[in-house]
Each structure stands twice: as C-alpha cells, then as structure tokens.
C-alpha cells in the first residue's frame, strides 16, 4: 500500500521558532568546513554552518561550471589542492551520501550531485568534469581520509532558509501540531559563509595558478562570477528538489538576534 505522506511547509512564524531553537554561532575555527544544503543533517555539535550545495563537492563542481561559462581555463588537480589549502587539509573535504529507510533502497547519493549528474548542460557542466569529480571522490574514498557522512532517512524539508551573519542553523526540528509533535527539516544556504569562503578561494585558485584567464581578468571578477554561478546552480537544485518549498531570509546579527523575511 503507498503511504500518502502528506507534507507540511513552514510559515514565517514557525520558520521563526526553528531558527530561534537552533540556532549556534559559527565556530572561527572551522568557519570554512561545509555541509550540503540537505536537512537530513543531525543537529550535532559539530556541525558546519557553511551550507552549500553538494558541500565540497559541490565547490568543485561550482568552479568547473564557471569557468565553462565565463570563459577561463582550470586545472582539475590545483583546482583541488586550492579548495584543500582554504578548508586546512584533506581530512576536512566534506561530502555525503545517504541511505534511505526502506530496506532495499539503494542509496541514492547527495541529491544535489545526483541531480547534476542527470543534467550536466543545466550545471553548466562537461563530462570530462564530471569524471575528475567522480575519479575524485575515488581517490578520496579509498584514502580513507574525508568526511563520507551518511544521511538517513527521508526528506521532510517544510522550507528553504537563505541565512546571513556569523551564526548557523541546525536542520532537524519537532514542531506541535493539533495531531500531535512532528519533526521537520529545513534545506539550509548560508550566503554569507559561501561568500566569505569564496573571497579566499578566489585568491587561493588564483595564486596556485588553478584557475588561467584570458583576456586579464582579476579576482574581483572571478568572486563575482563564482556568486553568479552559485545563484544558478542553488536555482536549479531548489528547482528539482524542492519547487513547492517557501523560501525565507534569515538575518542575523552578531549577538544572535535575527530577522525572518519572505
Ligand atoms: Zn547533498
């Protein structure tokens, strides 16, 4: 019999009450360690703030689209040790896979990566790319060496939160209801940290001879068309993933407090 999961989307008011629950300031040692924008994240300790999509992987994959775009030459490999220079080694490159409940369901993989990998013209995205990420996590997989996190369990995402500031937001939250407690996830972007990550990236890739313009283009430049590309590969996962969810701006300030927008 299939189970019609009725599911639920979060107002303002209860966006609110998430955020105001869990909450946590960024860590300014790890401030650079990532997550995927995936809600199946547990609300632990140690949680990156920084939520990008794919997490690292997805980094890589962003920086290979932009300049298929814009019109600039990478190296795979600097490209790499670029992004593991900022991120403080290897040991720190963050990615996932998951598993769902279902006995029998293989797993699927990060939704995000998955999706690229379905339509690689919409990333931005060439096959050659493609097989250095894949070869990639590979090699690191069998290194033994970065952050595999394994997601259970199925998406119930009730909104997308766009976050600001210096704090972060945990994912897994219990709300009431008349039926009753029910637990919810939220898919998280934290602008800021991705913002903030690609200014030193930018001069990383740049200095490390990873990433070779044409026509003299600077790191100004290159920060601005990486926030580009964000925007659309953010857009186009949003897009396939989640096209019902609301979308909200959280703000914060630097003492905690914060604003929830439409
Ligand atoms: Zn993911």
Redesign the pocket.
Known sequence: MIQNIQKFTLDKKQVFNLVLENRYQVDSQTRFLSR???GRYENTDNLPALAI???DVGELALIFATANNFGFDVDYEKVYQSLVKVIGGEENFQY?TDHHGAVGVPASG????KQIKLDLKAYDLTTQDLEFLEKKLMEIKKNNQAKEVVLEGDHIEGAILQVKGNWGVYPRYFFETDEGRREIEVFVFHQSLVNERHRVLVKELIKNKAVIFRNGEDEEWLYEALSDMMDNHLFETVKRLAPDLPIYNVDFEDDGDFKVAD
């Open positions: 995927c924008i995936d999509p794919g997490a996932h990060c939704g995000h990566f």
